[in-house]
Each structure stands twice: as C-alpha cells, then as structure tokens.
C-alpha cells in the first residue's frame, strides 16, 4: 500500500539555504495533507498543515505547496537551520480519519 | 503546551506474554489513534477509538490486540499474546475532531 510517497530517503543542505521536501500520493480522496518532523526515539511532532482547498500555506519558515492536479505537495523550509536536521514524514488523511504516512525523508542541515 | 502522554517509554517482553501500552490523551480530545512503526519502515495505523468503540481498524489490528479506555483518562491498547513482529514503536495519537493528530512520545516494545 504505497498511496503516500517520499521518493527522497534522504536529503543534505547547507545551513541558510532552502529545504524541499517532496511527497507524492495517489488516493484522490484524500482531502487534508501534513507534514510531521521525528527525531529519533520520539514521537512525530505536527509541523504544518493544507487543506486540498488550497495551494499554499506558510507558517513562518515553513510553507507547503499543494499541487492536486499532480497529486504532490512539498515542504519549504526557509532559511534551514541544523535543528531543523531530522526525519520528516508527509502524511494524509480523507475526512479527518486515520493517516497514511510516507515513508520519511531525512533530513540534514550542515554548518 | 498540553502533551500527550504515553507509558512505559520502554518494554520488553517474551513471546506469547501479554503487554499493554498506556496513553493519557490531551484533554479536551475525543478521538484516539494507536500508530505503530516498525524499525526502518513508516508509521502504520493500527486503530481509532472515539465514543469508547473503535472508529476503525487496520488489517494488523486482529484478534490479538485491544483498546479500551477504563477510567476515562488512559487509553491502553493490550497485545493478547505478543509475536516476535510485534517488536516496534507504538505511538498514541490524539485529536478534538479535526485533522490535525497530536502524537505522544511512543513505547518502544522489544519482543524476545
């Protein structure tokens, strides 16, 4: 069951630069999208969210773009910042049910 | 900032015993998730609960598992008879009703 997809297992970029985190999915039901961040041995913490109503929501360094035609959204982080190194997971949801992750991109931030 | 609480942080167990996991959901929540994650793959849904009855469950959620909440503050989930892939992080989720889910810290469940 891959209705969600990170293609990207990993990603590097330098501190200051941008960040995208892409996600891929394929249930056209799903009506709501968000972004968690996971550092190790702890629960996923709710970062940003976008109804598909939307094309864009911005919450301070973070903005997420939706795009529903192609069935992806991504996540901008502006200017990236070694805390923001972590695993960060797109999920979905349809009516505000259970959600369906991604499998998780992570994330480096370098000095 | 009210938090979702989840315990123990850490259980293991030997095969065939029974386990359950606690989670005290953010207050004014009414709708309950148990997620779980398998190390190096992504988080599954296991079950929702709202009403004291489950909402919905997942194909992983058998006959083996349970959810309850008996005092009206903790929502446990029971594992009847754990397996060797039982061995995961098991993460509580909890929301007022909207989308977004609030996750508590998890209980890494190591099954000998």
């Known amino acids: 069951d891959q209705q969600v997809k990170q293609n990207s297992p990993s990603l590097s970029v330098q501190e200051g630069r941008i960040s995208i985190l892409n996600c891929d999915y394929t249930?056209?039901?799903?009506?709501?999208f968000l972004w968690y961040k996971k550092y190790p041995a702890e629960g996923p913490t709710f970062l940003i969210s976008?109804?598909?109503?939307?094309d864009k929501n911005e919450d301070g360094r973070f903005t997420v773009f939706l795009n529903k035609s192609a069935k992806h959204l991504s996540l901008h982080i502006v200017p990236s910042q070694p805390g923001d190194s972590a695993v960060y997971f797109c999920?979905?949801?349809?009516?505000?049910?259970?959600?369906?992750f991604g499998t998780g991109t992570q994330l480096k931030v370098e000095l | 900032e009210p938090e979702v609480t989840q315990t123990p942080s850490h259980q293991v167990t030997q095969m065939g015993q029974e386990v359950i996991l606690r989670c005290v959901p953010i207050?004014?929540?009414?709708?309950f998730y148990w997620y779980r994650q398998i190390l190096g793959q992504k988080v599954e849904f296991l079950v929702s609960?709202?009403?004291?009855?489950?909402?919905?469950k997942s194909e992983i959620f058998d006959d083996q598992f349970s959810v309850e909440r008996p005092d009206g503050s903790n929502f446990t989930l029971k594992i009847r008879s754990t397996k060797l892939e039982d061995s995961a992080m098991y993460f509580c989720?909890?929301?007022?009703?909207?989308?977004?889910?609030?996750f508590g810290p998890g209980t890494r469940l190591l099954v000998l």
């Open positions: 207050s004014n929540h009414l709708y």
């Open positions: 976008i109804s598909s109503i939307k």
């Open positions: 989720a909890t929301t007022t009703g909207e989308e977004t889910q609030y």
């Open positions: 249930n056209s039901m799903f009506d709501y």
């Open positions: 609960f709202y009403n004291n009855e489950i909402s919905e």
């Open positions: 999920a979905a949801t349809r009516g505000g049910n259970k959600l369906t």
